[in-house]
């Protein structure tokens, strides 16, 4: 029988092991082209790309009166998985490598003294996994006349996840629990969802604003359908371990979790379900539902000169199936490790074992997010004398919340996309945020009414992969009539 921690952790290892656009939060994976400047896009970003980056570009792709993702002859797919604290040759270091013992037996490494310190300098920083999957399942745009405007409809889903290892787990992992010496678990952090899009565009240019050539507004409503949610809302719990073995402290968290009824998961403390199996189905009865609100807007002072503002993903969900909580909000007192009653009381403090039940509706923010940004057309700026078509963007990107693909942490970007013909060649960096540093790097074949695009946001994993702390890619293909 399938118990709740078993089942939120071979849902958490999925999403973190099979990493599959649209924008999401400040910090979430972007559309190829995007991906590949750097994740820059609020002035950048035009037709269907600008749906959940700034809608006021919807309006802006050239001439084009439709625009049509479909999932061939490429589909709209970006992802990124990494940790802030280990790379490849890290981990190779530490759990690739294996020795014999004296009875043939095979054994990990041991870890000398300055192992150790190297092993827990690595969490330096915090020991924090980020996980992040977009689809753009199907997205279309329509722009009768100019004067009408563009209209747009996309479905997206979402995939992402954060989970903060405490650095109080790692020093009992590597010194054991010390005598004299107090645990506090508080930097543990767990948050992770999958949320369904149901994008409602459009976008249109304001031919009465003074000064500029174009001033163009743009909003999305998204109906939000949400299929999993796992939230870590606090943890305080603290150890001190004394002479004589003795352990005392206090158990203190709370967890949330919902999930579509669809994937049967059976929580510990509900006996009365039967242990059915996960069925998929493309159309998973939601476990809650939300409204979000996109707003836009795109200023273009001339033919070089452009900028951008947007707020995107205002709203929330509440999650009103399957909801549980799990807590614990007890003392711990251990002074005998033979003592199964006493051992029992301590997992059932830190875990909540016992504690588990159905709560009530509970809401949770969208990863609501500011976004600035100005492009330079340079090819423009010099009159025309240079080879091909440039664009150079700027953003500035800053979330209100820490939910999946998001981040208080402020991130900025500067891109680069320069058209030759038929190809593009696009990069960028960005700096800030969660990941610290990116460097993206793509290409792009334009053959007319197809548009092929492929990039990554971590360029510099891929060139010293052994020292990657995380992998990143976008690709997609675009009809344009």
Same mark, same amino acid.
């Given at each position: 029988?399938?118990?709740?921690?078993?089942?939120?952790?071979?849902?958490?290892?999925?999403?973190?092991?099979?990493?599959?656009?649209?924008?999401?939060?400040?910090?979430?994976?972007?559309?190829?082209?995007?991906?590949?400047?750097?994740?820059?896009?609020?002035?950048?970003?035009?037709?269907?790309?600008?749906?959940?980056?700034?809608?006021?570009?919807?309006?802006?792709?050239?001439?084009?009166?439709?625009?049509?993702?479909?999932?061939?002859?490429?589909?709209?797919?970006? /992802?990124?998985?990494?940790?802030?604290?280990?790379?490849?040759?890290?981990?190779?270091?530490? @759990?690739?490598?294996?020795?014999?013992?004296?009875? /043939?037996?095979?054994?990990?490494?041991?870890?000398?003294?300055?192992?150790?310190?190297?092993?827990?300098?690595?969490?330096?920083?915090?020991?924090?996994?980020?996980?992040?999957?977009?689809?753009? %399942?199907?997205?279309?745009?329509?722009?009768?006349?100019?004067?009408?405007?563009?209209?747009?409809?996309?479905?997206?889903?979402?995939?992402?996840?954060? @989970?903060?290892?405490?650095?109080? %787990?790692?020093?009992?992992?590597?010194?054991?629990?010390?005598?004299?010496?107090?645990?506090?678990?508080?930097?543990?952090? %767990?948050?992770?969802?999958?949320?369904?899009?149901?994008?409602?565009?459009?976008?249109?240019?304001?031919?009465?604003?003074?000064?500029?050539?174009?001033?163009?507004?743009?909003?999305?409503?998204?109906?939000?359908?949400?299929?999993?949610?796992?939230?870590?809302?606090?943890?305080?719990?603290?150890?001190?371990?004394?002479?004589?073995?003795?352990?005392?402290?206090?158990?203190?968290?709370?967890?949330?979790?919902?999930?579509?009824?669809?994937?049967?998961?059976?929580?510990?403390?509900?006996?009365?379900?039967?242990?059915?199996?996960?069925?998929?189905?493309?159309?998973?009865?939601?476990?809650?539902?939300?409204?979000?609100?996109?707003?836009?807007?795109?200023?273009?002072?001339?033919?070089?000169?452009?900028?951008?503002?947007?707020?995107?993903?205002?709203?929330?969900?509440?999650?009103?199936?399957?909801?549980?909580?799990?807590?614990?909000?007890?003392?711990?007192?251990?002074?005998?490790?033979?003592?199964?009653?006493?051992?029992?009381?301590?997992?059932?403090?830190?875990?909540?074992?016992?504690?588990?039940?159905?709560?009530?509706?509970?809401?949770?923010?969208?990863?609501?997010?500011?976004?600035? /940004?100005?492009?330079?057309?340079?090819?423009?700026?010099?009159?025309?004398?240079?080879?091909?078509?440039? %664009?150079?963007?700027?953003?500035?990107?800053?979330? @209100?919340?820490?939910?999946?693909?998001?981040?208080?942490?402020?991130?900025?970007?500067?891109?680069?996309?320069?058209?030759?013909?038929?190809?593009?060649?696009?990069?960028?960096?960005?700096?800030?945020?969660?990941?610290?540093?990116?460097?993206?790097?793509?290409?792009?074949?334009?053959?007319?009414?197809?548009?092929?695009?492929? /990039?990554?946001?971590?360029?510099?994993?891929?060139?010293?992969?052994?020292?990657?702390?995380?992998?990143?890619?976008?690709?997609?293909?675009?009809?344009?009539?």
């Amino acid at each position: 029988m399938r118990t709740y921690k078993i089942s939120f952790a071979i849902l958490f290892l999925t999403i973190a092991g099979n990493i599959l656009c649209q924008t999401s939060g400040s910090a979430g994976v972007s559309d190829a082209r995007s991906a590949a400047m750097g994740r820059t896009y609020t002035e950048s970003a035009t037709g269907l790309s600008a749906i959940g980056a700034n809608p006021a570009n919807l309006f802006r792709d050239s001439a084009r009166s439709v625009e049509l993702v479909l999932p061939l002859p490429l589909p709209n797919i970006g /992802g990124s998985i990494g940790t802030n604290f280990m790379t490849i040759d890290d981990y190779n270091y530490f @759990f690739g490598t294996q020795t014999t013992d004296a009875t /043939g037996k095979k054994i990990g490494r041991t870890l000398t003294f300055a192992d150790k310190q190297r092993f827990n300098n690595l969490f330096s920083n915090g020991g924090t996994i980020t996980t992040n999957l977009q689809i753009q %399942l199907f997205a279309v745009s329509i722009k009768p006349i100019n004067s009408f405007g563009t209209l747009g409809f996309s479905i997206i889903d979402q995939i992402a996840g954060t @989970f903060t290892l405490p650095k109080e %787990l790692v020093n009992i992992g590597l010194n054991g629990n010390l005598a004299n010496t107090v645990y506090n678990f508080n930097d543990t952090k %767990l948050n992770a969802w999958w949320l369904r899009k149901y994008s409602f565009s459009y976008a249109r240019n304001l031919d009465f604003v003074p000064f500029f050539k174009s001033f163009s507004l743009g909003v999305s409503i998204n109906m939000i359908q949400g299929y999993a949610y796992t939230e870590l809302d606090h943890m305080n719990t603290e150890l001190t371990t004394g002479v004589g073995n003795v352990i005392t402290g206090k158990g203190d968290f709370l967890l949330y979790s919902a999930f579509s009824p669809d994937f049967h998961i059976q929580y510990s403390f509900d006996k009365s379900t039967s242990d059915q199996k996960y069925s998929f189905s493309p159309f998973p009865t939601p476990a809650g539902s939300g409204v979000g609100v996109d707003i836009g807007l795109s200023a273009k002072l001339n033919d070089v000169l452009s900028f951008g503002f947007a707020v995107t993903d205002i709203g929330s969900i509440t999650w009103n199936k399957n909801v549980a909580q799990y807590s614990s909000n007890k003392a711990v007192y251990l002074d005998d490790l033979t003592s199964q009653s006493q051992r029992d009381s301590l997992t059932n403090a830190l875990t909540g074992k016992d504690n588990g039940r159905y709560t009530g509706n509970i809401s949770s923010q969208l990863a609501t997010a500011l976004r600035l /940004g100005a492009a330079i057309q340079i090819d423009k700026m010099v009159n025309g004398n240079f080879p091909g078509k440039m %664009l150079v963007a700027i953003d500035y990107n800053q979330g @209100f919340n820490d939910q999946p693909g998001n981040t208080t942490k402020p991130r900025t970007s500067i891109g680069a996309d320069w058209v030759l013909g038929t190809i593009a060649v696009r990069s960028g960096f960005s700096f800030g945020g969660i990941d610290n540093f990116n460097w993206g790097f793509g290409l792009g074949l334009d053959f007319g009414i197809l548009a092929l695009n492929f /990039g990554t946001p971590d360029m510099e994993s891929l060139i010293s992969s052994n020292s990657a702390k995380r992998v990143s890619f976008a690709f997609d293909s675009r009809w344009r009539f």
